[in-house]
């Protein structure tokens, strides 16, 4: 009756929760500011070199560039991370890319063209996006690689980035340091003596 009685432990255990999604504002600069603002500097990389510069001047057309490209990726970026939320869902999900994509897509596409405009920028959206994210997703290890050897480098040799001599910036070393130190109080020490000699006079 004991042993019938009892259950055991393992049974009544129930496995830890998963861990909650990360929320909406975790990470928002990575996730949103930064991308667009590279596409805003793309953008006007794009209106330097476009056809259309020296119809519209020069400055125009890039400015233009690069607020349609900071508009359309702002919204992009939104609509992943509204989705992502939404769907409670890691923040590398490509599915989260092609939904945002298709619907930042119709919205902006709708405002530029119509229903025929909404169909097509929402498929544009929807494959350039994942196509973006899965590339970032890709070379991601990459680049934090690269990132790690410079700062070992940097680590290793701490006078990595060297100023040439005929710079009129130089960084000083203690000893150069003390020197110039010594040399300014006694300039100091000379305009003051002068301006006491003079008002003396």
Same mark, same amino acid.
């Given at each position: 009756m004991g042993s019938s009685?009892?259950?055991?432990?393992? =049974? !009544?255990? #129930?496995?830890?929760p998963?861990?909650?999604?990360?929320?909406?504002? =975790? !990470?928002? #600069?990575e996730r949103m500011l930064i991308p667009t603002l590279l596409a805003g500097i793309t953008g006007g990389g794009v209106g330097l070199?476009?056809?259309?510069?020296?119809?519209?001047?020069?400055?125009?057309?890039?400015?233009?560039y690069a607020t349609?490209?900071?508009i359309v990726t702002g919204c992009y970026c939104g609509a992943r991370e509204f989705v992502r939320v939404v769907r409670k869902s890691e923040p590398d999900d490509l599915v989260n890319s092609a939904v945002a994509g298709f619907g930042s897509g119709?919205?902006?596409?709708?405002?530029?063209?119509g229903q025929f405009g909404a169909f097509r920028y929402s498929v544009i959206f929807a494959v350039v996006g994942t196509t973006v994210d899965f590339a970032t997703i890709k070379l991601r290890p990459a680049l934090s690689n690269?990132?790690?050897s410079i700062f070992k480098e940097k680590e290793k040799k701490p006078g990595w980035l060297k100023l040439p001599e005929w710079s009129p910036i130089q960084v000083l070393d203690?000893?150069?340091?003390?020197?110039?130190?010594?040399?300014?109080?006694?300039?100091?020490?000379?305009?003051?003596?002068?301006?006491l000699s003079k008002e003396e006079s």
């Open positions: 009685g009892m259950k055991p432990l393992e =049974e !009544n255990a #129930k496995p830890p998963p861990p909650p999604p990360s929320s909406f504002s =975790e !990470n928002w #600069k070199v476009s056809k259309h510069r020296k119809v519209h001047g020069l400055a125009n057309i890039s400015t233009t349609n490209f900071s119709a919205l902006l596409g709708r405002l530029q063209g690269f990132k790690e203690e000893e150069a340091l003390a020197a110039k130190e010594a040399r300014e109080k006694e300039l100091y020490a000379r305009s003051a003596l002068g301006k």
